[in-house]
């Protein structure tokens, strides 16, 4: 079964829609305005990601705390653990991408997992956001292989990212809703 939507809380839409928008490439595809329980209101914000499946953002106004829409950061993990991975079609689609995000300015991260070819970078609300190409899809013995990793306690390391690539953000390129 497919996902719908996925949806998140956001502390600034017109930065969270520029960058979902520009760096990402999505469609903004329905904004339903509405009161909520505890008597306030909400912009509920979906976008098209390519394929169908949607991303939402929840601005919310009443009495709510304040909005740490970082997936990671706001618990006090490292970027990478809780992030959005967004399948790249194929290759061109990936490097595609990859370009887009330096010509925005955005700080890249290429990662070279062996069967996946990630790009990661971070939204305004810092979470990190991952373009990600199946190389090498899983197979049935990948399956049982996860079978039994996921029963062992504390398996042997064996997996290494094989290389890692840097483009370093560049200020004077960022538009304006970056930072």
Request: glycine fraction near 8%; proline fraction near 8%.
């Given at each position: 079964?497919?996902v719908?939507?996925?949806?998140?809380a956001?502390?600034d839409?017109?930065?969270?829609?520029?960058f979902?928008?520009?760096?990402m490439?999505f469609?903004l595809?329905?904004?339903?305005?509405?009161a909520t329980?505890?008597g306030g209101?909400?912009?509920?914000?979906?976008?098209?990601?390519g394929d169908?499946?949607l991303?939402?953002?929840?601005?919310?106004?009443?009495?709510?705390?304040?909005?740490d829409?970082?997936?990671?950061?706001s618990?006090?993990?490292?970027?990478?653990v809780?992030?959005?991975?967004f399948r790249a079609?194929?290759?061109?689609?990936l490097?595609?991408?990859k370009?887009r995000?330096?010509?925005l300015?955005l700080?890249?991260?290429?990662?070279?997992?062996g069967?996946?070819?990630?790009?990661?970078?971070?939204d305004?609300?810092?979470?990190?956001v991952?373009?990600?190409l199946?190389?090498?899809?899983?197979?049935?013995a990948?399956?049982?292989?996860?079978l039994?990793?996921i029963a062992e306690?504390?398996?042997?390391v064996?997996?290494?990212?094989?290389?890692?690539?840097?483009?370093?953000?560049?200020?004077?390129?960022?538009?304006?809703?970056?930072?």
């Amino acid at each position: 079964m497919a996902v719908h939507h996925v949806a998140f809380a956001t502390a600034d839409l017109s930065r969270t829609h520029a960058f979902y928008t520009e760096a990402m490439g999505f469609e903004l595809v329905k904004v339903l305005v509405s009161a909520t329980p505890e008597g306030g209101w909400s912009k509920h914000v979906f976008y098209d990601t390519g394929d169908g499946a949607l991303l939402a953002f929840w601005e919310l106004h009443g009495d709510y705390p304040p909005v740490d829409g970082a997936l990671s950061r706001s618990v006090g993990l490292p970027d990478w653990v809780n992030h959005l991975a967004f399948r790249a079609h194929d290759a061109a689609h990936l490097e595609s991408a990859k370009k887009r995000w330096r010509d925005l300015g955005l700080d890249v991260f290429e990662v070279d997992h062996g069967p996946f070819q990630s790009i990661y970078t971070n939204d305004p609300n810092n979470t990190m956001v991952e373009w990600c190409l199946d190389v090498d899809p899983p197979g049935d013995a990948d399956r049982a292989e996860a079978l039994r990793l996921i029963a062992e306690p504390a398996p042997p390391v064996t997996h290494r990212a094989v290389g890692a690539e840097h483009y370093p953000a560049d200020p004077a390129k960022q538009p304006s809703w970056v930072g």
